[in-house]
């Protein structure tokens, strides 16, 4: 397919912006110290999964915008015509009022989750992992006299980067530098077998053990949640085994709950029961 550059009529002098990135501007995931020789990358359009830059190249974006972000690809109109239309009728009100949007997108993502009642929005998936460790800990201290809030992670999973986040981190590397880390964050082994840390048949049901193993070790009334993703991505492609629900909920038993909280988007969901809290999918443990 021949796209045309969307930049070849234009003669733009973007010299200042360059200048203005190089002396203003902090990079996410970018050494810096390159920046002093060398021009920084400004990209100014996107269509489709092709995005131009300041120069005039064009790449096919592999990695959808930089971190895994615009799935959507760019420049669909659709998209911005109704973005463009709500901004025009309502572009913002606190959630401490309801709005049309909000209430639809709500009923249309519960459905798609079911044991899930309520939506609560935030702004990032980091954002909404602190809402969860927030109601694990509230829940703790107003129901179960301070137990149920150790919150548990696994190896290898990435959740965001503000502190609690890198607390539950189970890469090191991203925490190194940035501790002391809020405390009631506990360890359980990955689950990826290609750097398998068993010799056995069944791997998935080794992993789900493993994490069972620590539930029994901290006690199964003092963990509030357990944070996943279903698929570990920068921890080295890893997918969620299916075993994992059933070894928490033996550990747990019938007298204690908690939850799976897998990697979230900008949306925190409650389970109908009110006992466990999760990101936008999990597995209540009961």
Avoid at 170 to 190: K, S, T
């Amino acid at each position: 397919m021949n796209i045309p550059n969307p930049l070849s009529a234009r003669d733009n002098d973007l010299s200042h912006i360059i200048e203005a990135d190089r002396a203003h501007v902090w990079h996410h995931l970018l050494q810096h110290k390159a920046l002093e020789t060398t021009d920084p990358r400004i990209i100014v359009e996107g269509k489709g999964i092709r995005v131009w830059d300041a120069a005039g190249r064009e790449y096919i974006d592999a990695v959808s915008g930089g971190v895994w972000t615009v799935n959507v690809g760019y420049g669909r109109e659709s998209i911005a015509n109704a973005v463009r239309d709500q901004l025009i009728k309502m572009n913002y009100f606190a959630q401490s009022a309801g709005s049309i949007p909000g209430s639809l997108f709500a009923e249309a993502l519960l459905d798609k989750m079911p044991g899930l009642s309520r939506v609560y929005y935030a702004n990032s998936g980091s954002e909404a992992n602190e809402k969860v460790f927030k109601m694990v800990r509230q829940i703790s201290a107003r129901h179960h006299k301070g137990k149920k809030s150790k919150i548990l992670y696994r190896d290898r999973d990435y959740h965001g980067t503000t502190l609690a986040n890198l607390a539950a981190c189970g890469q090191p590397e991203r925490a190194a530098l940035y501790g002391p880390l809020p405390e009631g964050f506990i360890q359980v082994p990955h689950c990826l077998e290609y750097r398998k840390q068993w010799d056995v048949e069944d791997y998935g049901r080794r992993a789900a053990d493993a994490i069972e193993e620590v539930i029994l070790r901290e006690g199964a009334d003092e963990i509030g949640l357990l944070c996943l993703e279903p698929i570990t991505a920068g921890g080295g492609s890893s997918c969620l085994r299916q075993a994992i629900g059933s070894a928490c909920r033996r550990s747990a038993g019938n007298t204690t709950s908690c939850s799976i909280s897998t990697k979230s988007s900008a949306v925190s969901a409650a389970p109908a029961h009110g006992s466990a809290i999760s990101t936008t999918a999990c597995s209540p443990i009961s």
